[in-house]
């Protein structure tokens, strides 16, 4: 037994059975919690959370009555799905294995592992679609390589969970988070206002250097761990040569792929004559307007992507005459959903522990003790901004709503580092990157069933277990805090600009 494996899907049952009894002890001992949130009129509002038990009658009627919803709406089901129809229209057509070929055989390794990384940090810009998009790309880029396509995966994984609190522009997260920190700092001071690129500088430096480094922590430490990929015959890639017709279609593919996205762009430029049709009208911001609620753009992107590889692979395969008929489109279509049973099940049962678990407030329980401690040291200074990164990881392994969250916390934090001198644009950033490290960690984030979905997919030595995919990230994670701390530590004592006309200190 010492050597026994337990599968994701068993650790997430057993998970979901915690959950259920440690719901029960913690309401039995009526666990609360207090938080402040901030009022419309820029007033903090004293709010009261407590465990919800799961094992009384009200808690087991919500489980036998919303399982099947929350699976049917957990919003990586749906996305995993079409993205892998897309996928499979370009490996089956054959352009996924000639483009990435193409590129990976005359580049470097690193080259090409911190072109991935670069991507997956900048993806956030995008929402959330880098979880489902870039990691079969990740797996894909290495498989035509002629490396473990394993190696993708964690590196598309770690720059795109990582690099979540890196943006050096404005998203729509940050809009959202930036309306909260003004709300919270206009308790303090009532006409305070935040800069647009208020974080453009720190940004900058963390995008490069944590690149850099994730690229040499993925060559150095995890590619060595992975060992020989063991490539089936139809996958064998040495000395791979490409016929004319192959690279006819290849041109063709990407010709069709240029005047798609150009025709996207085009319809998310305002004011130009029929355009502007995909962006949400009411946004304030350009990125609210195209990633806003009623942006057509934003409800529409997983299938504008998958769209696009269909097009491209389609029109490679009609070419290069590797689809001829109609029965090789559905087969196409098809051919990345064979076998996903297991990955539906996965996904499944994660759903239902995700849900047991929010429904029973634990994890927000935990993050409203947590915020407390902020304020209970009296720290100021490094000590302070030391404390709540620390907290900011902490409360992320138990609560990933990154907008909900800093809406539970910005009400306490904000003013209190005001007091202490410290901007509240800069509070944002140290909660941005407290709460990035947090999430390559933590089953409760949405996504993580998709990395192992993944992960499991290529694993040809079915040995993919939730403590292995921790361990891979243990490397990214510590070598991202310490760039972190470096950084908020570095602009802080330095006194330099971390935006546009923005500091990390405050002066009244």
Known sequence: M?????????VFIILTFVTIILSFILSFFNLQAEYSTVSYTNTLQNN?????????????????????????NFEPLSMLIIILIGMGVLEKSGFAKIFFTLIT???RKYTITFGLIFLSIISSLVGDIGFVLLLPIGAMLFK????????????????????????IFLTSMDTSLMSLTLSAARVIDEAYSINTYFQLFIMIVALILGAILMTRVTEKNIMPKLGKYEFDEVETLDKVKFTNRELRGLVVAIGAAIIYILLIIYMIIPGLPFSGGLLDPNGTYYINKLFGADSLFNQGFVFIITFLFIIVGLAYGFMARTIKDN????????????GVGSILVLIFVSSLFISTFEKSNIGLVLVAYLIQVVDAFSFSGISLIILFFIIAIICGFFYTGIQSKWQVMSGLVVPTFMNASISPEFVQIIYMAGSSISMAFTPIMVYYVIYLAYMEKYDKSNQVTLLGSFRYMKSYG?????????LLLGFYITGLPIGLGTHSGLSF
């Not at 010492?2 to 068993?10: C, D, M």
């Not at 087969?331 to 959903?337: G, T």
């Not at 510590?478 to 470096?486: C, Q, Y």
Request: net charge positive; aromatic share 12%.
């Open 48 to 72: 009261v959370i407590q465990v919800e038990n799961l094992l009384s009658v009200n808690g087991v009627k919500y489980i036998l009555t919303n399982t099947v919803s929350n699976f049917v």
């Open 105 to 107: 055989q005359n580049s």
């Open 478 to 486: 510590l070598m991202m805090i310490a760039l972190w701390i470096i």
């Open 2 to 10: 010492k050597n026994k494996k337990f599968s994701p899907i068993f």
């Open 144 to 167: 035509y390589g002629h490396r473990h396509p394993l190696g993708g995966i964690i590196a598309s994984f770690a720059g795109i969970c990582f690099g979540y609190g890196i943006n």
């Open 327 to 338: 029965t090789d489109v559905s087969e196409c279509l098809a051919f990345s959903l064979d």
